[in-house]
């Protein structure tokens, strides 16, 4: 019989060693047609840490949404400046781009919806003329 | 006939009374307008009988539902149905999620 010992960080999640730098930046238009690469550089980091399928496309719709939603109210062009960092046993995402409102953004009920069901954690507002969010998505559990 | 918008693709195709359009990609913000005036030109065409197939669909967030939320009332209110067909494992856990499977018909899944 072959035992697998999983270690687990402080916060019980399993720790996942990677070799990825201590962050990734990327800076795109803030359009929706460049949403595309926010999320599969999210997807890529989220595989090299050895995230889940469903995990994976979990991160992929959060960063989407929170992406969509901040880059509503860009004065044109602007930039959608995004940053990736693996912080115990999760990736933390965050996204900040120049906005004309100092509100925070309106999320449609269905992306509140989806962010709740798929995001661990997420916040999204607004300060000194930009909109941002943060989001952190765990590694699931492996089964068993 | 068929569209592209980058990373989607839209090719709809005539079978009787029914117009089924095939969506080949990523339905997110930027793709999702293309939808809304495709399944718009039919139903001003006159079609009452629309089928989405997302076999093929590798992505779809909240816009890309609320297409699909707003074809199909627009759809029942014009006394006509939209049908969703053979979504993809990624269309299908969001249907699931969102609860939309108890309220849009699903076939071939």
Request: include cysteine; proline fraction near 4%; glycine fraction near 8%.
């Amino acid at each position: 019989m072959t035992s697998v010992s999983v270690p687990l960080n402080d916060t019980g999640r399993p720790r996942v060693e990677t070799d990825i730098d201590p962050e990734v930046r990327l800076l795109i238009p803030a359009t929706s047609r460049y949403l595309r690469l926010a999320r599969l550089t999210a997807a890529g980091l989220a595989g090299d840490l050895g995230y889940s399928v469903d995990a994976i496309e979990d991160l992929r719709i959060a960063v989407d949404e929170l992406c969509a939603a901040i880059i509503e109210d860009t004065p044109n062009p602007a930039q959608l400046e995004l940053s990736y960092r693996e912080s115990d046993g999760g990736l933390v995402v965050e996204g900040t781009c120049r906005a004309r409102s100092t509100k925070a953004p309106d999320l449609h009920s269905v992306a509140r919806e989806l962010l709740n069901m798929l995001a661990d954690e997420y916040s999204i507002g607004a300060i000194d003329g930009h909109r941002n969010f943060r989001l952190v998505k765990y590694a699931e559990r492996p089964q068993g | 006939m068929s569209s592209n918008l980058d990373q989607l693709r839209i090719t709809v195709e005539r079978a009787g009374d029914r117009d089924i359009v095939h969506l080949d990609g990523e339905l997110d913000p930027h793709t999702a307008p293309l939808l809304k005036q495709e399944v718009d030109q039919l139903a001003e065409a006159g079609s009452l009988d629309i089928v989405l197939d997302l076999s093929r669909l590798a992505f779809i967030d909240s816009s890309g539902l609320r297409v699909v939320i707003s074809a199909h009332r627009e759809m029942a209110d014009r006394g006509g149905q939209l049908t969703l067909r053979s979504p993809s494992d990624t269309a299908q856990r969001l249907l699931e999620i969102t609860g939309l499977v108890d309220h849009i018909g699903i076939v071939g899944s």
